[in-house]
């Protein structure tokens, strides 16, 4: 059973700063892809951040931003604590929401270079953890 476990959130005022850190109860090397979400009331959860493998045969990752926060935010990871990290800056209350961290786990195919086969991710998430921008 794989558990993520949020922490960081809070109510902070606009320009002010927070950062969230998730942390994982087995090795995120175990996981192909990790990240952040966030979700709103009555609004479909979003992809705000992510590192990505690129591939199975190599360590090289990808890191992917939502367009509302690139040049704010930065996803990070620490593999010795099995943590990753969203480091949310110049915050607004538009980033108001429940923030979830997401971690996945790719099938390849045995072809060559392994593909990501489509859905047939494993998917976890952790409770999420409140965000609030207010002055």
């Known amino acids: 059973q794989v558990q993520l476990v949020e922490s960081g959130g809070g109510l902070v005022q606009p320009g002010e700063s927070l950062r969230l850190s998730c942390a994982a109860s087995?090795?995120?090397?175990?996981?192909?892809?990790m990240g952040w979400y966030r979700q709103i009331p009555g609004k479909e959860r979003e992809l705000v951040a992510s590192i990505s493998s690129d591939s199975s045969l190599s360590s090289t990752t990808t890191t992917d931003y939502a367009d509302s926060v690139k040049g704010r935010f930065t996803i990070s990871r620490d593999d010795a604590k099995s943590t990753i990290y969203l480091q949310m800056n110049n915050l607004t209350p538009e980033d108001t929401a429940v923030y979830y961290c997401?971690?996945?786990?790719?099938?390849?195919?045995?072809?060559?270079?392994?593909?990501?086969?489509?859905?047939?991710?494993?998917?976890?998430w952790g409770q999420g953890t409140q965000v609030t921008v207010s002055s």
């Open positions: 087995r090795s995120i090397f175990s996981f192909n892809e």
């Open positions: 997401h971690a996945g786990v790719f099938t390849w195919t045995a072809s060559n270079p392994p593909r990501v086969v489509p859905g047939r991710t494993r998917h976890y």
